[in-house]
Every structure is written in structure tokens, then in C-alpha cells.
């Protein structure tokens, strides 16, 4: 049973370019969330996406945006990359709406040079 | 405004040690409370969870958790340590029913001395 798989596992970008992480969530799960973790920090909520459609958002610039398929995979957009969106990008899956625990990958580590 | 704390940013200990780390949260409702363990270069692996019933919570690899409502705390606790349970762990809590936009603390590393 495959877990919540993110590619690429490494990137490393300069300022100004733009960037793009995809997710895909655990066998059964339909809802993808996207975190945020800075050297040193927990993680931090971007958005959440399920039937397609972004659900609810954290404190994130409109730099970052997402989307997700109908196969339940999803990817995170970064524009106008800043040396502070270097972090570890982690996606997190669960089954619908509930308390249903969220599995997380083992995440992107993004560099900005 | 919902926040979690964790106090010790750094803990280490002797293998076969007893473990207890500290977990403090504000939330305007009743919360739903986790800890996951981050070994390094890894995501995020669920230890336990609790949103209702027995205040007293068992989880994976030997971990419990206490919820105390009172001292709105939710410490984990090992009674012996393994050299392997050296990682960073994270306390998070999130809206009851609905498991959107969990709220992490800082975390505590803990280091395992043989």
C-alpha cells in the first residue's frame, strides 16, 4: 500500500523563477493538504484541496497556489520565488471531510539561491 | 489566537531512560491533538491521536499520551527509551471533526544517549 509520494525530493531554484511540487496521496485518500516547514519549524498550513477545489488556506501569500486532479494527486506553484521560500514543502493526504488523520510524504526540499 | 507550545527545544537522554515530553496548546474548542515524529530527511509518521473518550491515549512504538484538559497540556511519554527513538517530534492540533489546517508546535529534538 503506497503512502503519500512528492517528487522531486530536491530542487534548488534562484530568486524570481518559478516552481512546481506534485503530491500523490495515499491509496484511498482524497484530500491533499500542503505544509510549509523552515529550518528549525513546524510544519505551516498553505491551503487544502479536495473535489478539485482549494478548501481552506493559511496565511500564504497569492505566490502560492495549487490544484489538484481528478485522480486526487496535486501540485503546489510557487511564483516570484524569495530566498525565504526555502523550506521543506511537505503534502499531507486524508479521506474526506472528518477526523481522519493526515499522512504525511517525506516532502520536497526546495533551495533558493 | 490557536497556538501550541512545546518548551523544550532540545532533550536528551540515556537509552532505557524514561521519556516526557511537554505539550501545551490554546484553542477557543475543544481540540483534536497529535504527535508525529520527524526522523531527519523524512515527513512526518502519526504516533497517536486524540479527539474524544479516555483521556489517556496509547500510539505506536510505545508512546502514550495524556490529555489534560485542565492545564490544557498534551504530553507524550515513553517509559523507556530506544536508541532508534532519537528524531524530532511534534505536537499539532486541529479543529474537532475536521482534521484542515493542523496547527504544529516548534518541536523537541531528542537525542538518545547509549
Known amino acids: 500500500d503506497a503512502g503519500v509520494t512528492q517528487s522531486p525530493t530536491h530542487l534548488i531554484k534562484t530568486r524570481g523563477q518559478q516552481v512546481t511540487l506534485r503530491c500523490s496521496p495515499k491509496?484511498?485518500?482524497?484530500?491533499v493538504s500542503w505544509y510549509q516547514q523552515a529550518l528549525g519549524q513546524g510544519p505551516q498550513f498553505i491551503f487544502q484541496?479536495?473535489?478539485?477545489?482549494?478548501?481552506q488556506r493559511g496565511n500564504f501569500p497569492d505566490r502560492f497556489s495549487g490544484h489538484q486532479f481528478p485522480n486526487y494527486s496535486s501540485e503546489l506553484n510557487v511564483n516570484a520565488l524569495l530566498l525565504g521560500d526555502s523550506a521543506l514543502y511537505l503534502c499531507?493526504?486524508?479521506?474526506?471531510?472528518?477526523?481522519?488523520?493526515?499522512?504525511f510524504g517525506d516532502g520536497t526540499r526546495l533551495s533558493i539561491l | 489566537a490557536q497556538s501550541v507550545t512545546q518548551p523544550d527545544i532540545h532533550i536528551t537522554v540515556s537509552e532505557g531512560a524514561s521519556l516526557e515530553l511537554r505539550c501545551n496548546y490554546s484553542?477557543?474548542?475543544?481540540?483534536?491533538l497529535f504527535w508525529y515524529v520527524q526522523s531527519p530527511g523524512q515527513g512526518l509518521q502519526l504516533l497517536l491521536k486524540?479527539?474524544?473518550?479516555?483521556?489517556l491515549v496509547q500510539g505506536i512504538k510505545g508512546f502514550e499520551a495524556e490529555f489534560k484538559r485542565s492545564q490544557s497540556s498534551f504530553n507524550l511519554r515513553k517509559p523507556s527509551v530506544h536508541w532508534s527513538d532519537a528524531a524530532e517530534y511534534f505536537c499539532?492540533?486541529?479543529?474537532?471533526?475536521?482534521?484542515?489546517?493542523?496547527?504544529f508546535g516548534t518541536g523537541t529534538r531528542l537525542q538518545v544517549f547509549p
Open positions: 486524540y479527539f474524544s473518550g479516555d483521556t
Open positions: 499539532a492540533v486541529g479543529p474537532l471533526y475536521n482534521t484542515d489546517k493542523l496547527i
Open positions: 484541496y479536495y473535489e478539485e477545489e482549494e478548501r
Open positions: 499531507a493526504s486524508s479521506q474526506g471531510q472528518g477526523n481522519q488523520p493526515q499522512h
Open positions: 484553542y477557543g474548542a475543544t481540540p483534536y
Open positions: 491509496s484511498g485518500h482524497d484530500t
